[in-house]
């Protein structure tokens, strides 16, 4: 069974941080892309960072840029999310996902996965 185990979701005030991480199996993180997603209350679905983990080139949507950092740690199967300057609109549900693509850029965008965790809430109030 897949496992995307995620961890480090919280309320915190704008302008604050959290780090988000996701560890999984050896085989999972061999897929080529692991990214998170968000989703808040009403909206769609929303790509935020992905990252190529043979390679490690991220990819981030535009809302994020220069705020979001993804990165991974080989050892241990883990891919974090270091979110800075948060703004009560990166207010969602943070789910972490694996597909094995091969071009990751495109695959944010696509919001589908095949591999999803079951998601950590970070709340950001200003």
């Known amino acids: 069974q897949v496992q995307l185990v995620e961890s480090g979701g919280g309320s915190v005030q704008a302008g604050g941080s959290l780090r988000l991480s996701c560890a999984t199996s050896?085989?999972?993180?061999?897929?080529?892309?692991m990214g998170w997603f968000r989703q808040a209350p009403g909206k769609e679905r929303e790509g935020v960072a992905a990252?190529?983990?043979?390679?490690?080139?991220?990819y981030y949507a535009d809302s994020v840029k220069g705020r979001f950092t993804i990165s991974q740690d080989n050892a241990k199967n883990t891919v974090y999310l270091q979110m800075n300057s948060l703004r009560p609109e990166d207010s969602a549900m943070y789910y972490c996902?694996?597909?094995?693509?091969?071009?990751?850029?495109?695959?944010?965008?696509?919001?589908?996965?095949?591999?999803w965790g079951q998601g950590t809430q970070v709340t950001v109030s200003s």
């Open positions: 990252i190529y983990t043979r390679g490690g080139r991220a």
């Open positions: 050896a085989y999972t993180y061999s897929s080529n892309c």
């Open positions: 996902a694996a597909n094995p693509s091969w071009d990751c850029g495109r695959w944010l965008l696509s919001s589908q996965a095949r591999y």
